[in-house]
């Protein structure tokens, strides 16, 4: 029975770590999607949503070099 639960844990870190770097290469929130993929049975569903959801980190760059964050004129 100890075999079963270390092998569940294992899996659940695995896919946990996998829902980490997949957030972290497509530009999401790391910390939210890590989070949600602790949660045992979620993640499987978190893991497969970040699976397909688009790459967005150009446009997070775009967003950060087009001088958005400078005062608008009035």
């Known amino acids: 029975m100890m075999q079963l639960i270390a092998l569940l844990l294992a899996v659940n870190l695995g896919i946990t770590y996998?829902?980490?770097?997949?957030?972290?290469?497509?530009?999401?929130?790391?910390?939210?999607?890590?989070?949600l993929g602790l949660i045992p049975y979620f993640n499987l569903v978190v893991w497969v949503y970040l699976l397909f959801l688009p790459d967005i980190t150009p446009f997070n760059k775009q967003f950060e070099y087009e001088g958005h964050n400078e005062?608008?004129?009035l």
Request: aromatic share 20%.
């Open 18 to 35: 996998q829902c980490y770097r997949y957030a972290s290469i497509k530009g999401y929130p790391v910390v939210t999607f890590t989070c």
């Open 71 to 73: 005062k608008q004129p």
